[in-house]
């Protein structure tokens, strides 16, 4: 999800590295005990918290980001920058460029996909800010269409989800 481009054999030992992850995850010995777990960047999913190596605040809302390689994940119940609230796999074709992506988050992500993950009677904090995590050109040109849509307080870390319950 960054303009780097990722080898075949790194891509194996990340994922060896998550299922790793995943099965000590299971066995309590991974974020479930507080513990980060540092992961690909393309694999997290809605109602993941992370923290990532640039801070929220340094982030644009004007624009998709393009995503740091890793992030750490790490329990919501745990100091974290971000929580996903919507994943979404963008249609094949032409790169829309950096200005044309924004308008596609900014469709996909707010409104229902907002209000379906945090209530649609959920009193968000003022600060609370909407980001996007997209594809630049060469990933989307090797087939990465991956969108992340999540929330950060860009002051700094926050603990709890934001997920209605």
């Known amino acids: 999800m960054s303009a780097t481009s990722r ?5 194996a030992a990340r994922g060896a590295a998550l299922a790793l992850a995943l099965f000590l995850g299971v066995c309590g010995a991974g974020p479930a005990s ?6 690909d960047t393309s ?3 809605v109602g993941d918290c992370f923290n990532a ?6 982030y644009r809302t004007d624009k998709v980001t ?5 992030v750490d994940t790490v329990p919501c119940d745990q100091p974290h920058q971000s929580e996903a609230y919507a994943v979404f796999t963008l249609p094949d074709g032409p790169y829309p460029g950096e200005a044309g992506l ?12 907002l209000s379906d993950y945090v209530g649609a009677d959920a009193k968000l904090s003022a600060t609370l800010t909407e980001y996007f995590f997209g594809p630049g050109a060469a990933n989307w040109k090797a087939g990465d269409r991956k ?7 860009p002051a700094g870390k926050t603990t709890g989800s934001l997920r209605a319950t």
């Open 66 to 70: 393009q995503a740091p390689l890793t």
């Open 147 to 153: 969108l992340i849509c999540y929330l950060s307080e």
């Open 7 to 11: 080898t075949p054999g790194s891509r």
């Open 43 to 45: 694999d997290i999913a």
């Open 53 to 58: 190596s640039v801070a929220p605040k340094d």
């Open 102 to 113: 924004l308008p596609i988050a900014r469709e996909k992500c707010g409104g229902k996909a």
């Open 34 to 39: 507080g513990a980060a777990v540092s992961g």
